[in-house]
């Protein structure tokens, strides 16, 4: 299927690894410009790369700190008009109330709660004046589910999903469409972590990680490809009556 997105300019956030880097390259096989952005400049090196040594597209890289207000103008400024915006960044550690101290959660919040929100708005008003656009959250399935042990991020998913629903009902009026993704357990280097620390609770061995995932839909956690495709998908002109919804890729957990 053609999904119509060859000459398009996608700015992506947390793009140098996992999601975001899997994203990158589902794009520009559609022959999507790329703008990566990453905190980490040799990674991010990496990623641009391979990804140009693969397709024919441009591929450049903003090295940033999304948890800062200034790096978020920056960025935008940096790269210019774009046609997509895949908001990526943030990873909120594990724990429970107690285990999670206020500082933690402002610092998590700050890149995957408020850095989503203010990349929205840096990015926002240039769409509307060009009556186009797309923005594609990709949250987390914990929005939904709520697990305790994972307070900060769940709720902090939880209102990015509130924002992207409230934000996607208003943007019609102005040529733009927003929607979310919440992945369920995907295979990155974040998941490893996460798990290794559950591993550690219910089994007292953090090495013991790969048992947990018997347990899984399919026996196995999602692929980053299968996230980035769904999100080359909703950003295309194939999707153009999507706005305003979350589409839940988890393999069927329960729990929702």
Request: hydrophobic share 50%; proline share 4%; aromatic share 4%.
């Amino acid at each position: 299927m053609d999904l119509q997105l060859a000459g398009r300019r996608a700015l992506i956030t947390g793009g140098s690894k996992g999601i975001g880097r899997a994203t990158a390259e589902s794009l520009a096989a559609e022959g999507v410009d790329i703008v990566l952005v990453a905190r980490d400049p040799a990674t991010l090196a990496e990623a641009a790369a391979a990804v140009r040594a693969r397709r024919q597209v441009q591929v450049a890289t903003i090295a940033a700190d999304l948890s800062r207000e200034e790096e978020v103008v920056r960025v935008a400024r940096e790269a210019g008009a774009i046609d997509i915006l895949v908001n990526n960044a943030g990873a909120i550690p594990p724990g429970t109330l107690a285990a999670v101290d206020n500082a933690t959660w402002r610092r998590a919040w700050d890149l995957k709660v408020f850095g989503f929100i203010s990349l929205c708005r840096a990015v926002y008003a240039d769409m509307a004046a060009r009556r186009s656009g797309v923005i594609v959250n990709v949250i987390g399935a914990a929005g939904e589910k709520l697990p305790a042990n994972y307070i900060a991020g769940a709720t902090g998913n939880a209102g990015l999903m509130a924002f992207t629903r409230a934000l996607g009902q208003a943007s019609a009026i102005d040529g733009i469409r927003v929607v979310g993704i919440n992945p369920g357990s995907t295979a990155t280097a974040r998941l490893e972590m996460l798990l290794r620390h559950r591993a550690q609770e219910a089994l007292g061995d953090p090495a013991r990680w790969l048992e947990l995932c018997k347990d899984m839909p399919f026996a196995r956690p999602g692929k980053p490809e299968e996230i980035a495709d769904a999100v080359a998908f909703l950003a295309s002109p194939r999707s153009g009556y999507t706005s305003g919804t979350i589409l839940t890729i988890d393999g069927g957990a329960p729990g929702r």
